[in-house]
């Protein structure tokens, strides 16, 4: 058995300092990095990929909407042309760092509004699926596996990595509840990693309904802005390495 950890990194803006990057990073073995649209800026770019190379992490582009206010989490009526450009224009610009560095580009995962909404659109899926490939065939894309960007991915011939969330609860469907509502976090970091090994041994969650539901995992995703960020980080890691589980990143095998 084996997973990816991945994380959302470099969501910094200018001397708004947000997450736990440096302390996340050696925990990690993908970093999901904002690409200047919802989050981040060609500096915390730069420094992001400096310390993702400095690590040996894997990184991969985070693109969202272009909403610095809401931290692309609101929703947003989009073209088809948008969605492909949007998504083209935010690979390019964080690849410019990697190359740079003599990095390669490992896996595209939207943000936000742009993730969960392209989950229940698959003509947004589509859009977002073929700039991914147009732009580079080999890059992995990292979406729910009951979504339809995930579908999308696999249709058009991509490489496309199952996630899940440690710290959010599902709804029967297999999409994230909505942040706003009661239950959606996981605070407890005991609880989390419980489900998580769950998901990765027996391919299960419990809904927030209750309701067992069938789900896959390539890679866990751990947010490093909370609270207890790094504690949970921590946990996790030494729970899923405990039970016998191979932390690797996602090219080494998917």
Do not use: W
Not at 68 to 84: C, H, K, P, Q, T
Not at 142 to 167: I, N, W
């Amino acid at each position: 058995m084996r997973v990816d950890l991945n994380s959302d990194l470099g969501e910094s803006f200018g001397r708004y300092t947000l997450g736990m990057d440096s302390e996340i990073i050696p925990l990690i073995t993908s970093a999901n990095v904002a690409c200047g649209f919802h989050a981040s800026d060609p500096t915390v770019m730069h420094k992001t990929i400096e310390a993702a190379k400095a690590a040996g992490i894997r990184v991969g582009a985070h693109p969202g909407y272009p909403d610095l206010m809401g931290f692309g989490r609101r929703n947003m009526v989009v073209s088809d042309d948008e969605a492909y450009d949007y998504t083209l224009y935010q690979i390019g610009a964080l690849d410019a760092f990697l190359k740079a560095q003599g990095m390669k580009l490992q896996h595209v995962k939207p943000h936000g509004a742009f993730y969960n909404m392209a989950a229940k659109d698959p003509a947004m899926s589509e859009d977002i699926c073929k700039a991914i490939k147009d732009y580079d065939p080999e890059l992995i894309v990292m979406a729910l596996p009951s979504g339809e960007l995930y579908k999308a991915a696999k249709a058009m011939g991509l490489r496309a990595a199952a996630e899940v969330f440690a710290d959010r609860a599902y709804e029967e469907d297999g999409t994230l509840v909505n942040r706003k509502k009661p239950g959606a976090m996981i605070t407890d970091e005991n609880e989390a990693l419980n489900r998580v090994i769950r998901m990765v041994k027996e391919q299960k969650v419990t809904a927030i309904t209750g309701k067992d539901i069938d789900i896959t995992v390539d890679s866990i995703c751990v947010h490093g802005d909370g609270v207890k960020a790094l504690e949970s980080v921590r946990k996790l890691r030494e729970g899923l390495t405990k039970d016998g589980i191979e932390i690797k990143p996602l090219a080494e095998f998917l």
